[in-house]
């Protein structure tokens, strides 16, 4: 396997990752080292000359070069990324994906006290309150380090590599990539590749939650649920299926009547959270049920289209439609979790994907450069 070591600067990533490499008769790429010796120049005159944009360009090639993972259960390779080189989701994918990513995490504070100590000067820390600066640093990238195992740095070196191998032994059995994890005001948020069921199961049980209430449609259901199911039985979670209308057909007060006493036959009680499996139309009106079922369950995204992937799971809007128009009846409810698994859109029909990636460009054109560029 590769062990990925991600972290804030300070945090040791280098001499953690020598010492775990070579306790492996493995090899270990400490990815600025790389960069320098590829550029024949230190990175604070890489940032001089070039500037940020120009440095992470060559961040995001050495990655590029860093060729297929290994996926053996034997650690083959120790890789020590720049602290924001996973800012960036395309090194993001390159780095977590059949990789093993292990995050060193430390306080700012001591942080800055090893910062200080340190011969390299880090272009980002330097001449600047160094306490401060790692604050923001925590804010703005600490999504995308919790996507990696979180391991304390802050121990004697060897104790730290114990620790590191441990977790990355553990963290190989687990199935897919996760690549990022953000506790938000509006739900905790996981994203990856292959991991909606095991997920799901942590969810539920963060939530004390005994059988996995599934609100689906049969669209969605036939080609994603084989994969839910399987985890949640494997972890001893029932599973109870409440099965809508496919389509914007799920989107009306009589489904919701329906369905709300199928939640009561099924005797679900208030802390009892529900699942939606399904696009943008079954979030929505499941959404509207967890809302106003016995005055609010909570409730638990799996949104299987692109379009419920990045939009519509997001933000806690619900509702159906009336006659009328669209969406003229629902309620925010804030889901208390949202699992956005790439795997399920496998069988999304191209159709839907272009759909989907217009509403994209148009929330990158109206101000999100860094999505522009990547769309
Ligand atoms: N709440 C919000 O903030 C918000 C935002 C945007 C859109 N919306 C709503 O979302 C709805 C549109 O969402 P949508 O485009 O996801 O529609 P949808 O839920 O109707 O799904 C589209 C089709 O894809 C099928 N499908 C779902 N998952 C699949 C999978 N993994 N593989 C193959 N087929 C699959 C469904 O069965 C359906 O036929 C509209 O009702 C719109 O009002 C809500």
Redesign the pocket.
């Known amino acids: 396997m590769d062990v990925v070591l991600v972290g804030l600067p300070g945090s040791g990533k280098s001499a953690v990752g020598r010492r775990l490499a070579a306790r492996h008769g493995a090899s270990f790429v400490d990815l600025d080292e790389l960069i320098e010796r590829q550029a024949g120049a230190r990175i604070p005159d890489i940032f001089a000359d070039e500037g940020e944009a120009g440095f992470r360009a060559r961040e995001r090639r050495a990655i590029e070069e860093l060729g297929g993972a290994d996926r053996s259960a034997a650690i083959r390779r120790v890789i020590a990324p720049g602290g924001g080189a996973i800012v960036d989701a395309r090194n993001r994918w390159r780095l977590y994906r059949g990789r093993v990513p292990v995050w060193l995490d430390g306080r700012p504070e001591i942080l800055a006290q090893r910062l200080r100590r340190s011969p390299n000067v880090r272009p980002l820390v330097s001449g600047r309150d160094p306490i401060r600066t790692l604050r923001e640093l925590t804010s703005a990238r600490g999504r995308f380090y919790a996507a990696a195992a979180r391991i304390a740095g802050m121990a004697e070196v060897n104790g730290v590599v114990d620790t590191v191998e441990r977790a990355a032994l553990e963290a190989h059995e687990a199935a897919g990539t996760i690549l990022l994890r953000a506790e938000t005001t509006i739900g905790r948020l996981t994203l990856g590749e292959g991991i909606a069921g095991r997920v799901l199961v942590d969810e539920l049980r963060r939530l004390d939650a005994r059988r996995a209430i599934i609100v689906s ?4 259901w036939g ?2 649920g084989a994969a839910i199911e399987a985890p949640l039985a494997e972890a001893g979670l029932p599973c109870e299926l409440v099965m809508l209308p ?3 057909a799920a ?1 009306t007060l009589a489904v919701v009547e329906a369905a709300a006493r199928a939640l009561a036959r099924l005797h679900v009680e208030r802390r009892e959270p529900l699942v939606a499996v ?7 009106t499941a959404g509207f049920l967890a809302a106003t079922y016995l005055r609010g369950v909570p409730f638990i995204q799996v949104p ?2 692109l ?2 992937q990045i ?2 799971s997001i ?1 806690g ?3 159906v439609d009336l006659p009328e128009g ?2 003229l009846v629902g309620a925010f409810h804030q889901p208390a979790a949202i699992v956005v698994d790439i795997a ?2 496998a ?3 191209e159709r ?1 994907r272009r ?2 990636l217009g509403e994209a460009a148009k929330m990158a054109a109206l101000g999100d450069e860094r999505l522009l560029e990547l769309l």
């Open positions: 449609e049969p669209g969605a080609h994603v496919q389509g914007e989107k399904g696009g943008g139309a079954l979030g929505d299987t289209t379009v419920a939009d519509s933000g809007k619900t509702g669209k969406n399920l859109l069988t999304l029909p839907e759909a989907a």
